[in-house]
């Protein structure tokens, strides 16, 4: 049998997930037979798991962090999700979340039988505070801020989201899974340093170009951990926080090395040609007449015509929509100049041929 090829990065436009930077590479192969799930064992991986909470403690304004590498950015939302309502004091636990919150969400209310109630965002397609403020009640256990959405990169008002939890004497989550090693360059307030945060969703598989899978979790308090806590008789360590048992090691080693080469300048490298790259496209189709959401992060929102959209998609382009049938072009580390040049010398010849 002929060896199978994955696809190459050259014409995705529409991942949140990019070319692992060949630290990463090499370290997942080195660490393919480890399972940090089992840290008595897998010594070595698990010390590259307390350097990787450390790291991203710094990348996130947070002293002592507590956390794990999770499987994703939906596992360290459930977690987060469960650990709220594990601390919460009601039983019919609520979670309120703007309308551009994760769908990963909606997996957490299900599976862990809490109530999740969505909010309208406002006309800057950021959480409204007021709005997710009524929806707020005694059994509220978790108030959910995005800090990058995943449709249009918006960043929520962090600090009065965390303002709305404490009164309500609820945990807030930050889920900054796509947004975390953009944020950093920025002027935006997102993280514990700027607000009483409680957790955070942070992926090292996304900007942060660690291989898949390794997303993050981040608590401030013990407290949150031994929510999540269960005994674990057969193995060494007594107890486990994490939702997976066995996980990957090629994950937890690889973020290790990403966060070392790249953390900080690195991260800011990547982040300021992103950012470049996605205001010079939102630049280039606004000029061709096309309605643009500007990137606030690197991540470019454009209302083409369908028949536009599928030929375009016809040229092997591999390209998103936001809900709204929005083209949504994520300017991640492998999208060069080059590339949003072919990409537009596409869409123009395209556009001719309609
Ligand atoms: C990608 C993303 C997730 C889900 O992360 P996975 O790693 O795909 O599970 C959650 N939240 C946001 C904001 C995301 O962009």
Not at 98 to 119: M, N, T, W, Y
């Amino acid at each position: 049998m002929e060896q199978a090829v994955p696809q190459t990065f050259d014409r995705v436009l529409s991942s949140m997930c990019t070319r692992p930077h060949p630290v990463a590479r090499a370290a997942a192969e080195r660490f393919l037979a480890t399972n940090p799930g089992d840290p008595e064992t897998y010594r070595a991986v698990a010390d590259l798991e307390t350097e990787v909470v450390e790291t991203l403690g710094e990348l996130t304004g947070l002293d002592q962090p507590r956390g794990y590498v999770a499987s994703g950015g939906t596992e360290a939302n459930i977690q987060a999700v469960r650990a709220a309502r594990n601390r919460a004091s009601t039983d019919d636990p609520n979670v309120v979340a703007p309308s551009s919150v994760h769908f990963s969400f909606q997996k957490a209310a299900e599976v862990l039988g809490v109530d999740l109630r969505i909010a309208p965002v406002g006309s800057d397609r950021r959480a409204d505070p007021e709005a997710m403020a009524s929806l707020v009640d005694d059994d509220t256990a978790l108030v959910v801020g995005v800090a990058g959405t995943t449709e249009y990169g918006r960043v929520d008002p962090i600090p009065e989201l965390a303002d709305l939890a404490a009164e309500a004497d609820a945990l807030c989550h930050v889920d900054a899974a796509w947004g975390g090693f953009a944020l950093p360059f920025t002027d935006h307030e997102w993280h514990f340093g700027h607000a009483a945060v409680d957790t955070m969703t942070i992926d090292p598989h996304k900007m942060g170009q660690a291989v898949v899978p390794a997303g993050g979790l981040l608590a401030r308090d013990a407290a949150t951990m031994d929510a999540l806590a269960v005994e674990t008789p057969y193995l060494e360590s007594t107890s486990q926080a994490t939702l997976t048992g066995t996980r990957s090691g090629a994950g937890v080693a690889s973020a290790a090395a990403a966060l070392d080469e790249l953390w900080p300048d690195g991260y800011r490298e990547n982040y300021e040609r992103a950012q470049a790259n996605a205001e010079w496209v939102a630049d280039a189709l606004a000029d061709r007449g096309f309605d643009v959401v500007d990137p606030v992060l690197p991540l470019v929102a454009v209302d083409l015509p369908d028949s536009l959209f599928a030929a375009v998609q016809d040229r092997d382009w591999r390209l998103a929509r936001t809900a709204r049938g929005e083209l949504r072009l994520v300017c991640m580390p492998h999208v060069t100049r080059d590339t949003l040049s072919a990409f537009l010398r596409d869409l123009d010849a395209c556009r001719d041929e309609i």
